[in-house]
T-cell receptor, first 116, second 113 residues
Framework: DADVTQTPRNRITKTGKRIMLECSQT?????MYWYRQDPGLGLRLIYY???????NKGEISDGYSVSRQAQAKFSLSLESAIPNQTALYFC???????????????FGPGTRLTVL | GENVEQHPSTLSVQEGDSAVIKCTYS??????FPWYKQELGKGPQLIID?????GEKKDQRIAVTLNKTAKHFSLHITETQPEDSAVYFC????????????FGTGTRLTIIP
């Protein structure tokens, strides 16, 4: 979905390096998420944020941190990258409309990260 | 927490035939069940969803059925076409107030011309 952009789209880095993946959205959604996708494991939630002041750990947050710089921006950092963090990373957004959850999540195109 | 199992992991069907993908969930509080389609090089995209107060939902060639008692839900694609080839993910969440989706492990569907 072009309304959710991720940069970079591909990144190769070395063990121990600090990496930041960025996500921006123009959908005006309050809620943003970071997922990791590995073959045969589906999508697993790393962190999620329901608004700028709200950050929550997901299923697999160890080794990752996030920053919600603005409603439209949500960054994922790997403080010291390791090879088993090689994966496809997706950002997603959703809206809370009129006090009712819409639940639908809209995904960005993904960032393919390789840690050597 | 919620656990979602998805079967099969791969599925090949002749063009024009039907395809069925099945998922089971563990948390009886789950009440929202979306299905996402992921094409090569793209992010997942919602194709259909169902809430626990509905047993079946249909959108053209795609339908989803839900059995709350058995805690399973299925995606049905009829009259399959080559553009249906993709990876499909089911997911579950307890919905309102809890936006966390738990995804299945995915099914790679291949339509054979």
């Amino acid at each position: 979905d072009a309304d959710v952009t991720q940069t970079p789209r591909n990144r190769i880095t070395k063990t121990g390096k600090r990496i930041m993946l960025e996500c921006s959205q123009t959908k005006g959604h309050d809620r943003m998420y970071w997922y990791r996708q590995d073959p045969g494991l589906g999508l697993r939630l790393i962190y999620y944020s329901f608004d700028v002041k709200d950050i929550n750990k997901g299923e697999i947050s160890d080794g990752y941190s996030v920053s919600r710089q603005a409603q439209a921006k949500f960054s994922l950092s790997l403080e010291s990258a390791i090879p088993n963090q090689t994966a496809l990373y997706f950002c997603a957004t959703s809206a809370l409309a009129g006090g009712l959850s819409t639940d639908t999540q809209y995904f960005g195109p993904g960032t393919r990260l390789t840690v050597l | 927490g919620e656990n979602v199992e998805q079967h099969p992991s791969t599925l090949s069907v002749q063009e024009g035939d039907s395809a069925v993908i099945k998922c089971t969930y563990s948390d009886s509080a789950s009440n929202y069940f979306p299905w996402y389609k992921q094409e090569l090089g793209k992010g997942p995209q919602l194709i259909i969803d169902i809430r626990s107060n509905v047993g079946e939902k249909k959108d053209q060639r795609i339908a989803v059925t839900l059995n709350k008692t058995a805690k399973h839900f299925s995606l049905h694609i009829t009259e399959t076409q080559p553009e249906d080839s993709a990876v499909y993910f089911c997911a579950a969440s307890s919905g309102f107030g809890n936006e966390k989706l738990t995804f299945g492990t995915g099914t790679r569907l291949t339509i054979i011309p």
